[in-house]
């Protein structure tokens, strides 16, 4: 019997590592700007930065993100025809001992992106965890295993220096952090500009 299984209608949740940046230099960057606390409903010990635009100030790094996203959502994604803008990108601060944050997703941007600061290359990471909060199966059954197919959570396990990229609306949240050091990243988000979409759902955009 010949089988063929499709997760049809899938998200893509893009993992690269070695992309070119220096983890350790921008590490010391960002330790040096202004945090404020989230501090709301499970957020406790996490920390954003006060710079909702970061990368404007570090206008190469904002240009090499964009040229990989772009490499991606060319080659895989097949967006060839439409132009993306990185919009905001902010600073990430996780306390060591803290519970998970809370789940969230990025509204106003169709991609999201993490890339993860740090001096150790070899260290694990706090996780970046998904959550499935619609799944469309209304019955409580467990699978003896969990794939692509079955799965309603899944977990990034990043180190230093690899970046992530996934859709806006996927749910996440930030891990607890095993080791005693703050847990650094670097997040932004995407936005498509020009002409999109057909017929009566055309549009024109331009963002500053």
Not at 113 to 136: I, K
Not at 139 to 163: I, K
Request: glycine content about 4%; charged content about 20%; some cysteine.
């Amino acid at each position: 019997m010949k089988e063929i299984v499709t997760p049809i209608f899938s998200s893509p949740l893009i993992h690269l590592a070695d992309i070119g940046l220096d983890p350790t230099n921008l590490q010391k960057i960002v330790s040096e700007i202004p945090f404020y606390a989230t501090g709301k409903n499970g957020d406790e010990g996490t920390y954003i930065s006060q710079d909702q635009y970061l990368l404007n100030n570090l206008p190469e790094e904002k240009e090499h993100f964009l040229k990989i996203f772009n490499s991606i959502k060319n080659y895989h994604l097949k967006y060839e025809n439409t132009e993306f803008k990185i919009t905001t990108s902010w600073a990430t601060c996780k306390k060591p001992g803290y519970p998970i944050s809370k789940y969230h997703c990025h509204k106003n941007s169709m991609f999201s992106a993490v890339y993860y600061l740090g001096d150790d290359p070899e260290e694990y990471l706090p996780p970046l965890l998904f959550e499935n909060f619609q799944s469309p199966n209304c019955f409580q059954v467990t699978p003896t295993e969990y794939n692509l197919v079955n799965a309603t959570q899944w977990v990034v396990s990043p180190r230093a220096g690899e970046l992530v990229i996934f859709p806006s609306y996927l749910f996440h949240a930030i891990g607890t952090s095993e080791n005693t050091n703050n847990r650094h990243s670097i997040a932004m988000n995407f936005f498509p500009i020009g002409e999109i979409g057909t017929e009566d759902s055309r549009i024109s955009v331009s963002l500053n």
